[in-house]
């Protein structure tokens, strides 16, 4: 017996070693999944994927099937393509993937929204492969019928058209989603909303684009962007924006009908565009708390709003006679005062606030109002990244003294060199040559692609590190940013 227990004791450190080495090849297998390449199971599944698609395979001389990254020693292995993703990560978004999260155990405030923020991954968990389209994807329907119908597989999501089925937001069609252009504020249809937006400004004719004067709008909680979809109608172009939520992505929805978007939310930090972008900034039931932080998200919208620019609220708060959106009625409206904001008009559902020209007001208030006007020292015109902060944002002393924006209307805006050039230290005489420079590059490009691409197929473009000058308004020439 004695021999016995004295051999299972010398056995011990052999079985756990055994089982540590056993364990230490799961962990380097599993982790071995999160590295640049996406994973094992991603390529594998992503190479079936590609397969049945025609792609990341070649077929030799011989009629057999040659991998993706050729043949030879290994040394010599050169990639011919990137692997496939596996199909299941068709709608990745890496930077906001909920899963990412969740998975490295990000400490957010979700009241804040910082979870609809961006935050992206650490190398070891990027994916390092090419995203495939879903199943049964189809050439997406050309512009301006994509405003109001796309193809149900290139975005197959239909919570929506069923949890809005009563407000016009979106109707499934067979194979097609349509869109009536209906929202929760405008059943009867943005167009009409739209107009009657305009008819409350006094704008001629009932034209929202007020003879040029109004160019650029922000649409905040856009949902599927029909508000910005009917603006372009009116030449007037709008960036719509929402975060990726229990609505699933609304912002799928915008940019496969064609109508500028973006995925974001009004959260902690600054929204990826300079001060003074927008004439007109929108808010259709978005359910946003204004009075949050000091009115932080209200401020964030007076940064980004030109001198004379427009808040359009629709929202119970401003009609509803309730106790609880009267108090937030009599709170936000004692806030846009401090903010020097005026009413322009309030009518039924809608109440429309004007920001003010110059700096006149922000000197007339009482020492220690709140919120405080911005340091010296602080840049409003850098935003990646950048948290934001509850102050008023004043306009530089040469603005101030002009009374506005100074910019001529638009489609002479689209060439005139612009008063903040100067902020940039950019002369007239420079802009109109860069302009020059960048029509003769736009002309070269398309004399490439004209023969190859066919007429009307080219809607949602990228413009890259773009120049703070004449790329957005060459494509513009062009034709692509109505």
């Given at each position: 017996m004695k021999g016995r227990n004295d051999s299972g004791h010398s056995k011990r450190p052999v079985v756990l070693c055994c089982v540590m080495i056993v364990c230490l090849c799961l962990l380097f297998l599993y982790f071995s999944g999160s590295n640049g390449q996406a994973g094992s199971a991603a390529f594998?599944?992503?190479?079936?994927?590609?397969?049945?698609?025609?792609?990341?395979?070649?077929?030799?001389?011989?009629?057999s099937e040659e991998s993706i990254f050729g043949t030879g020693d290994a040394d010599d292995v050169k990639p011919k393509s990137f692997p496939v993703c596996d199909d299941r990560h068709s709608e990745l978004i890496p930077c906001l993937d909920r899963n990412l999260i969740y998975q490295m155990r990000l400490k957010l405030d979700l009241n804040l929204m910082e979870h609809y923020e961006r935050h992206c991954p650490p190398p070891e968990r990027r994916f390092n492969c090419l995203i495939p389209p879903p199943h049964g994807y189809k050439v997406p329907i050309k512009w301006p019928k994509s405003r109001d119908v796309v193809w149900k597989a290139n975005i197959p999501h239909t919570h929506l058209a069923k949890e809005k089925s009563d407000?016009?937001?979106?109707?499934?069609?067979?194979?097609?989603?349509?869109?009536?252009?209906?929202?929760?504020?405008?059943?009867?249809?943005?167009?009409?909303?739209?107009?009657?937006?305009?008819?409350?400004?006094?704008?001629?004719?009932?034209?929202?684009?007020?003879?040029?004067?109004?160019?650029?709008?922000?649409?905040?909680?856009?949902?599927v962007a029909s508000f910005g979809g009917y603006l372009l109608s009116s030449n007037v172009i709008a960036m719509s924006l929402a975060p990726?939520?229990?609505?699933?992505?609304?912002?799928?929805?915008?940019?496969?009908?064609?109508?500028?978007?973006?995925?974001?939310?009004?959260?902690?930090?600054r929204l990826p565009y300079p001060s003074r972008s927008f004439e007109l900034a929108h808010c259709s039931r978005c359910r946003i708390d204004w009075l949050q932080r000091d009115g932080i998200l209200l401020l964030e919208l007076d940064r980004l709003l030109r001198p004379g620019?427009?808040?359009?609220?629709?929202?119970?708060?401003?009609?509803?006679?309730?106790?609880?959106?009267?108090?937030?009625?009599?709170?936000m409206s004692a806030l846009v005062e401090r903010m020097c904001w005026k009413i322009a008009e309030k009518r039924n559902q809608t109440v429309i606030w004007v920001k003010p020209l110059d700096n006149d007001c922000y000197k007339r208030r009482a020492h220690g109002t709140k919120p405080p006007l911005c340091k010296s020292g602080n840049d409003p015109d850098s935003v990646w990244g950048v948290p934001m902060e509850a102050c008023i944002t004043p306009y530089p002393e040469q603005m101030?003294?002009?009374?506005?924006t100074g910019?001529?209307?638009?489609?002479?805006?689209?060439?005139?060199?612009?008063?903040?050039?100067?902020?940039?230290?950019?002369?007239?005489?420079?802009?109109?040559?860069?302009?020059?420079?960048?029509?003769?590059?736009?002309?070269?490009?398309?004399?490439?692609?004209?023969?190859?691409?066919?007429?009307?197929?080219?809607?949602?473009?990228?413009?890259?590190?773009?120049?703070?000058?004449?790329?957005?308004?060459?494509?513009?020439?062009?034709?692509?940013?109505?």
């Open positions: 594998e599944y992503g190479t079936k994927f590609s397969r049945s698609l025609g792609w990341g395979s070649d077929d030799g001389e011989d009629g407000q016009n937001w979106m109707v499934e069609a067979g194979e097609k989603i349509k869109f009536p252009g209906g929202g929760t504020h405008f059943h009867h249809g943005a167009d009409k909303y739209i107009s009657n937006i305009a008819n409350m400004l006094n704008f001629k004719d009932n034209n929202i684009n007020n003879d040029g004067m109004l160019r650029t709008v922000l649409d905040v909680g856009c949902g990726n939520d229990v609505h699933q992505n609304q912002i799928q929805f915008a940019l496969e009908r064609g109508i500028p978007a973006y995925l974001g939310v009004l959260g902690t930090k620019g427009y808040f359009a609220y629709s929202s119970p708060e401003a009609y509803a006679q309730d106790e609880e959106d009267l108090r937030i009625w009599k709170e101030h003294r002009d009374g506005g910019l001529a209307p638009w489609p002479a805006r689209l060439t005139a060199p612009p008063p903040r050039l100067a902020d940039l230290y950019i002369t007239a005489d420079t802009f109109e040559k860069d302009t020059e420079m960048w029509q003769q590059r736009v002309e070269n490009y398309w004399s490439l692609l004209g023969p190859k691409v066919k007429p009307d197929t080219i809607r949602n473009i990228m413009d890259m590190i773009s120049s703070p000058t004449a790329h957005m308004k060459i494509g513009c020439l062009r034709g692509y940013c109505k």
